[in-house]
Nanobody, 120 residues
Framework: QVQLVESGGGLVQTGGSLRLSCTASGALFSVNTMKWYRQAPGKQRELVAAITSGGTTNYADSVKGRFTISRDNAKNTVYLQMNNLKPEDTAVYLC??????????????WGQGTQVAVSS
C-alpha cells in the first residue's frame, strides 16, 4: 500500500511563491523518477518538471527559471519551489512517481492533487 501525499498548495497573488511537497510512503523498495504535472480546467495535463533518482532535472519551457524541482531521497520526498507565480500557473498540481514496491514490481503512482490558484 504505497501512497503519495502532497501538501503546499494554496491561493497566492501574482508574483508570489509556493513550495509543494510530495512524500512517498508505504511498503516501497525504491523511488525512481518523480514528476510534477498540472492540469487546469479544459486544458491538457502537462508535465511541469521531472527529477531522476540521481538528481537530473527537466522543466517545461513555461516554468523554466521560475520553478525548481528537488528531492530528498532519504525522505522519499520531491519538492517544487514555485516563484514569480502567474495566473496561468493556476491548476491542480499532481505528483507522480515510478516506485518499486516490495513485491519487486514497479508501478506508476499519483498523488491526490493539490490546488494552486494565482490571482491577479
Amino acid at each position: 500500500q504505497v501512497q503519495l501525499v502532497e501538501s503546499g498548495g494554496g491561493l497566492v497573488q501574482t508574483g508570489g511563491s509556493l513550495r509543494l511537497s510530495c512524500t512517498a510512503s508505504g511498503a516501497l523498495f525504491s523511488v525512481n523518477t518523480m514528476k510534477w504535472y498540472r492540469q487546469a480546467p479544459g486544458k491538457q495535463r502537462e508535465l511541469v518538471a521531472a527529477i531522476t533518482s540521481g538528481g537530473t532535472t527537466n522543466y517545461a519551457d513555461s516554468v523554466k527559471g521560475r520553478f525548481t524541482i528537488s528531492r530528498d531521497n532519504a525522505k522519499n520526498t520531491v519538492y517544487l519551489q514555485m516563484n514569480n507565480l502567474k495566473p496561468e500557473d493556476t491548476a491542480v498540481y499532481l505528483c507522480n512517481a515510478d516506485i518499486t514496491a516490495w513485491d519487486r514490481h514497479t508501478y506508476l503512482y499519483w498523488g491526490q492533487g493539490t490546488q494552486v490558484a494565482v490571482s491577479s
